[in-house]
């Protein structure tokens, strides 16, 4: 089975500033997803931005950005131009065959 | 157009005790799921279903049933409670194919006490 390791349990912005949160992962499969999804505190799991493994080129979504480094198994998120909606926990996950498994996350708080 | 809904938000049960966690979408996805949410644990995958009448074990399945007799609904059952299934539940659907696959769309939670 996969695991998905984020090795940042807390991480802190200044707003407006850039931020880069990270992410390894371990699959044995050639074909899978990756995600970013964000928790804030009214709990619900909002995605903000998806990888498929076969694609090269890095995923962009407005401020958010992917860094997908297939060999290496990591896919870190970066957020530029913070702004203090984005505090939140960050969730990395990756799935294949039915199966998404989730990092522990990364609790992002950005100071005004 | 209500999306994934789960039912009840809060729960709080003594040891022992059963109940029923119930997860209801309107999309037309034939893919819906079982997360718990843990302290320091992220999301951990308890029970899938890829359609009707078909049903397959996660990562921490022990504990809990599920069913799934129709393309819209997806319960959880705990058939007797223990105070390590304290814990933040979440129901979630994909289309599952394609360009959609893994992209979950996530009710709003259901918070279980166990005593």
């Known amino acids: 089975a996969q695991t998905v390791t984020q090795s940042q349990p807390e991480m802190s912005v200044q707003e407006a500033e850039t931020v880069t949160l990270s992410c390894t992962y371990d699959?044995?499969?050639?074909?899978?997803?990756l995600f970013w999804y964000k928790q804030p505190p009214s709990r619900q799991m909002i995605l903000v931005i998806r990888?498929?493994?076969?694609?090269?080129q890095n995923a962009t979504e407005n401020r958010f950005s992917v860094n997908f480094q297939k060999a290496a198994k990591s896919f870190s998120l970066k957020i530029s131009d913070s702004q203090l909606g984005d505090a939140a926990m960050y969730f990395c996950?990756?799935?294949?065959?039915?199966?998404?498994?989730f990092g522990a996350g990364t609790r992002l708080t950005v100071k005004p | 157009n209500a999306g994934v809904t789960q039912t009840p938000k809060f729960q709080v049960l003594k040891t022992g005790q059963s109940m029923t966690l119930q997860c209801a979408q309107d999309m037309n996805h034939e893919y819906m799921s079982w997360y718990r949410q843990d302290p320091g644990m992220g999301l951990r995958l308890i029970h899938y279903?890829?359609?009707?009448?078909?049903?397959d074990q996660g990562e921490v399945p022990n504990g809990y049933n599920v069913s799934r007799s129709t393309t819209e609904d997806f319960p959880l059952r705990l058939l007797s409670a223990a105070p390590s299934q304290t814990s933040v539940y979440f129901c979630a659907t994909t289309l599952g194919t394609g360009v959609m696959a893994g992209e979950l769309f996530f009710g709003e939670g259901s918070r279980l006490t166990v005593l």
């Open positions: 279903s890829v359609g009707a009448g078909i049903t």
């Open positions: 699959t044995s499969e050639s074909d899978y997803y």
């Open positions: 996950a990756e799935y294949n065959n039915n199966d998404m498994r």
């Open positions: 990888q498929e493994a076969y694609k090269q």
